[in-house]
Every structure is written in C-alpha cells, then in structure tokens.
C-alpha cells in the first residue's frame, strides 16, 4: 500500500540511529567521498543526490547476505540522511585550494587581498607541498568550518519550521519528499508491488543514465581524451531555432530522465505555471528587453547558461527578489490562519511532536537569530571596514535569509523544486562604496553565488519524510551532526591526497583546467567591482506589488499555487521547466491511461526506482573514472 501523505490518527514515531548508522556513515565516508569529491574535480558531475540510494542499497543486501534482520523504514531514512552528508558536503577542500589558486592565477587583481583566513599564501609549505594537512590551514578551518555550522544549524532551524509550517498546517504535498520516502520504504519493506515498480523504471534509469553520463565518462577515461556524447548535458540547447525569430531568448530541452520523471508527481497546474514563468522571462521577457537594449551584455546565439547570468546581471536580478518576497509572504498575510497556527504553535508542543523529538518552534526561531546574527559578527570582526555598513549585514545575514529559506520551502512543498534567487549579495555589494575584497570570502549567511553558498530549505523535505515514516527527528539530527565532522575529517584528507596526486587544475583533473581559469576571472570580476550589477529597489517593490496581484487573481481562480509555480519557472534555466512540463503530459495522457489508478498509488515509487537507477550508474561511472586515472603516471 501507498504512503499515506496525511493521517487520521496519532502515528507513533520510532528511533533509527543505531549502530548500523554509525557503520553506514562511516562506510560511506570512507567510500564515496572519494568518489564524489574525484568526480567533480574530473568531469563536473555530481552523484550526490544518486549517492545515498546507492549505500542504502548497499546495507540492504550485505544484512539480508549477513542473515540480519530487515532494517526498519526508520533506520533507512537515518541511514539515508547521514549518508546524505558524506555525499552532499564534500566541497570545503576544493573551496580552499580555489581560493589558494586565485593568489596564483594570471590577470586577477584581487590576488594581493585575499584575506589569509580564505587561502594560504603562495610561500606556505601548504600550498608549495601542496597538501591540506597543514598548520597554516588552521585559520582557514576555524573561519569556514566554524561558522559553516552557524550555517547549518539556521538551515535546520529554518527548514523544520517552514516543514511544520506547509506541512502540518498548511498541508501543501511535498511531491519530491514523498518520492524519497518511497525509496526508503520500498528499500526497507520490500513489498512484492513496490518492488515491481521500482524495479520497472530503475532499469530505464540505469540505461537511460549509461547513454547520457556513463559513456561520456567512461570513454573519456579509456581514451584519455573527449568523451563519446550521444545525449548533450545537462541540456539540449536548441536556442538556435529560437533566436533568429526572438534575439536575445534562449530555449532548450533537458536531458537528465529526473527533470522528466519529476513532472509525473509535481501538480500539472504547477508544472503549467512554471513553464509560463519560465517562457515569460527566457524568451518573450528576454526578446523584449533586448529590443529595447536593456541586456547590454546579451548577445544573439549566445548559450543558455551565459544568457542567464547576463540576463539576471543587467535585469531580472531585481524582479525576482520582489516575486520571491511575494511569493513567500503574501500567502501567510492573506491565510492568517496558517500564520496564527505557526504562532499557536510556540506555546508547546503536541504529544505527537514530543514522541518525534521535535524541537519547538520559539526554540527554532531562537537558534536561527542566533546562529545567522552569529555570521554577522563573525563577518563584522574580519571585515572591521565593512563595520559602517553593520545594518546591511543584519539584514542581509538575518531577515533576507529567513524570507528567502520560507519562500524557498514553499516552492519544495508545492513541486519538490526548490526557489534559486541569483546574484543578490553580489548586487548589493555592487551598489555600495565599500571595496574591500575581504568581505567577498566572509562567512555572512547569506544568498550568494560567489563564495560559499546559501541558505538552504532542505530540512522541511528531510522533516515530512520523517512524519511520514514515523521516525524521530531527533535521530535523524543526532545522525546528521555525527556524520559531519566524520565527513569533514575525510574530505579535507581526501582532498589532500588529491592534491598531492597532482595539481589542481590540472590535465589530471579535465574538469578543473576547463573552468578554474574562468572561474577565477569572472570571480575577480565581481570582486574587484568590474562586472556587477545594482539592485533597482523601483523593479523589486514593482514585481511584489505584481506578486500579490498574482497571488489573488489565482487564488480567486481556485490556483492558489500558480504564483510559486510562476516564480519557480522564472528563476530557473527554462530546459528543467520545458521537461518537467513534457513529464507532466506523459503522466496525464500516456502512463495513467495505460496503467490505470494503480499508477497514481505507486508513480513516486517508480520515480524513486528511476532516481536509483541513475545514481546506480553514475556512482559505477565516477567509480570506474576513479580507478582507471588512479593508474595513469603521474606527471612531474
């Protein structure tokens, strides 16, 4: 039978960290980092999202091999989450020794200020032996990594409270949670049905996935040359049919069979709204505003991901800020009820809460003002001159990021895709008079695409799957914490050795010669002020008053969910929207036709079986890339 995504009756939540949790956060640590952190400096690609049902599927044969009792959905789910960390935050050591390669890479003029605690310097034994395992990294450690877990704590705070929040009182879907839960249970339970399907669409994923990355790979690797492309990724840009009728938009198709699989459990009115959205800015929002001269930077024939930095840079930067604050605050203004209910909500918890080891919400709230204020006076103390600019600090390190993470849950809760808000601390930036480069490599929580990252929503998908798997949020958080200085440990040694193994960048690393070099230029852009853009606060204010407009209009026309859908769309690169829109179709009009109701009871469990079966492949391919170049000779 189905997860049932609500419950008429109390559910009684069971714990899942055990010591089969403390062997599997090992063992993964131990065998994927490796994996992840070769495969991203070799080739770009990432199997963090395939990596986790690649260990589950892994504890689950050696128990049944070993005669082990069946692992419980609650132990899956922990076990998944904790591996989930070795796979995801695996990107420190590289940040590091980019950092260190910006000292040393030609024409960038921000090399002299690289603050020390970003980057050794270039006669430190670390970077001239290069290795990580190094005194002259301590600083560089205790700045990133001690308020890296600022970050982290905020993220949790934020992302159970916005999961309580469209879950328990709002009741929005979560469709890409619910997919992961049935990957847990089918893992975990075995049922004959689930199983069929998941096994139904896990071989099209795995061949789907052997075309389109693994012979790439694969043959780069045999070869030592380009790989043999079949499928183009991540998309097929087919911008060229477009352009000459709308200059300056750009269109495409992508390629990955998740973007596709993804429309089969996403609402199809919000797959519609996102295709819309996406259409309006990426062809008819983008020809326009070319014809007027507005994209400066814009050139006709150009690709879709260089239209897209551009485009945002010299326009839609604005926009989106203005339709994600509406987005995110306007449906908790006009439904006060789901509003209140979050504020009831703090005077206790319920008993079905307490069994779930759920931390109160006025404690959430606490921990977030205090950890991201925390960021800013850590920010404040190594940028002492950014010290006049303290009130954008807080309101970018304390209120945006908590309008941002909620705006950015919501999107989850109604398509599983979550809300990307590009180039907003570089804007900023670009329209104040401080110059400091130091501020640039500071550890504000913040949104930012130059520097370390940004605030994320994933703890409101990690806390419906625990709801709906009756497992205790308290040992899924104990899990976590524990697997992550594990998986720092093991990626700054990882990281090393690879280093030390050769240069990065380097030929030995494709992936790294092909994009550092770039990276770094345009970093310096942005740094040293010579590409950037300013927020326009007229076009921010301008599209929330759009926003709200939206907000109603749909609702009145019982599409509540459209404004989310829209501003998902518009945000994103438009190949993700186009195939999420073409799954929804196949859904609509050829699966449920051909395989009746059953299929709506049991499609996130096919697509949970064609998400494994990717990541099946693509964890063989990094692992075979892995093996072949650990081989080569070493060029010294």
Known sequence: MAVEERSSTEPEFKGGFSRITIITILYSALVLIPIVIFSSLYSGASIAGAAPYIMIIIITQMSVLLGRKPFTRQEVLVAYVATSVSATYTGMGVYAIFNTYMRSAPGIKIAPYIPEWAAVQLTSPAYLQRTLLHPDWIPFIIVNMGTTVLWYIANMSLGLMAGQLYYDIEKLPFPMALVGVEGVITLSEREEKRIRYFTLFLIPGAILSALIYALPMVSAAITRRTGITLIPVPWSDLTIFIDAVLPGSVFGISTDPLAFAMGFVIPLEVCVAMLIGAISVSIAGNSILYGFGLLPRVYRGMSIAMNYTYAYLDFWASPMIGLAIAAALTPLLIHRDTLLGLLRSMKGLTASQKSMGYVSPLRLITLYVACSFGTVLVTLYLCPGFIPYAPIAIIMGVAWPFIFVIAQARGMAVSGV???????????????????????????????????????????????????????????????????????????????????????????????????????????????????????????????????????????????????????????????????????????????????????????????????????????????????????????
Not at 442 to 471: C, D, F, H, N
Not at 530 to 540: H, M, S, Y
């Open 418 to 636: 979550p809300l990307n808000i590009p180039y907003i601390w570089e804007g900023i930036l670009g329209m104040i008079p401080y110059n400091g480069v130091d501020i640039w490599f500071a550890p504000l929580y913040t949104s930012r695409m130059v520097g370390i990252g940004s605030p994320t929503a994933e703890w409101a998908g990690t806390y419906v799957m625990a709801k709906l798997t009756q497992t205790k949020i308290s040992d899924i958080i104990k899990a976590w914490f524990i697997a992550l200085p594990i998986t720092w440990t093991m990626v700054w040694m990882f990281t090393s050795a690879f280093w030390t193994l050769a240069p990065i960048p380097s030929m030995f690393y494709p992936f790294t010669a092909q994009t550092w070099p770039m990276n770094a230029a345009i970093t310096d852009l942005y740094m040293s002020k010579t590409f950037t853009t300013a927020l326009n606060p007229l076009l921010i204010g301008g599209a929330a008053l759009i926003g709200v407009v939206m907000y109603i209009v749909s609702s009145l026309l019982k599409f509540p969910n459209f404004l989310m859908g829209f501003v998902l769309g518009a945000s994103g690169y438009i190949p993700g929207s186009v195939s999420i829109f073409i799954g929804a179709l196949l859904n609509r009009f050829l699966l449920k036709r051909f395989l009746g109701e059953e299929w709506n009871k049991y499609k996130a469990v096919a697509v949970a079986g064609l998400t494994c079966g990717e990541g099946i492949i693509l964890g063989l391919s990094a692992l075979f890339t892995v093996i072949s170049n650990s081989l080569m000779t070493i060029p010294y």
